[in-house]
């Protein structure tokens, strides 16, 4: 039986931890040797790489549709700044998006994001700002149609100042939540990135006035240390004017 790391081995070789360390080589900062340390330690990064995913955020999305369940099989899914493409693997397989499961209807996933994204099995993916003019026009006419799903697991460069990064993250949810009042069918469901920080005010403000519910979740494998939260908000009401209109 396999000893407890700090309990003494038996056989002779002392003992281990069994916890990754990784030295601090020459030129790499001290920041970016703990970050690789948790990478090499993070269970949900040795489980994406396990299951054939691009990346652990996967598991959010897993985690988070276990929870709501607005991957249906049939709906028609757009997945903004979609790279490296983890969380449309997860929707195609949900959505039913290859047909794999019978007797059930077929999706679709499109993602979009402003680099050009390595093809998806099932998935769909277009080089594509979403803030463009015609933006949601184009995604509307590649879907055939309006989307049951708009999700974003987008983020602003960091600048190292909490505050800013804050801001420009809320900024860039709340222009994911005006594309999906252009682009979701009655019903639909919105899910989105933020960080808590105290700015997200106004942006709930403006959820809670165009769909019937909105629920702020943090699953669990979303980093404990990390502000990130995510926005939920299901029962999309297409007629209903927020303050601006």
Not at 95 to 114: F, R, S, Y
Not at 167 to 174: F, G, S, V
Not at 193 to 208: D, P, R, Y
């Amino acid at each position: 039986m396999a000893k407890k790391p700090g309990t003494k081995n038996t056989s002779g070789r002392g003992q281990r931890d069994l916890t990754v360390k990784v030295k601090t080589a020459r030129g790499r900062k001290m920041s970016s040797t703990l970050w690789l340390q948790r990478q090499l330690n993070d269970p949900y990064v040795k489980r994406a790489k396990a299951e054939g995913y691009r990346g652990r955020a996967a598991f959010k999305i897993l985690e988070l549709d276990d929870k709501f369940r607005f991957l249906v099989p049939g709906a028609r899914v757009v997945d903004l700044g979609c790279a490296p493409g983890g969380w449309c693997q997860v929707a195609v397989g949900r959505i039913n998006a290859l047909g794999e499961k019978q007797g059930k209807k077929v999706g679709t996933i499109l993602g979009v994001d402003l680099q050009e994204v390595e093809p998806i099995a099932g998935a769909e993916t277009h080089q594509l700002d979403f803030m463009e003019d015609d933006a949601d026009q184009k995604v509307k006419d590649w879907l055939g149609g309006k989307a049951d799903v708009v999700m974003s697991d987008m983020a602003a460069s960091a600048s190292g100042h909490k505050q800013t990064d804050h801001l420009r993250i809320i900024a860039l949810c709340e222009a994911a939540a005006y594309f999906a009042f252009d682009v979701l069918e009655d019903g639909g469901t919105f899910v989105a990135k933020v960080l808590a920080g105290g700015a997200e005010g106004e942006l709930q403000k403006l959820l809670k006035q165009k769909f019937t519910k909105v629920v702020n979740v943090k699953p669990p494998a979303s980093r404990s240390d990390s502000s990130e939260k995510f926005v939920v908000a299901t029962g999309f009401r297409g007629d209903a004017k927020t303050e601006e209109d």
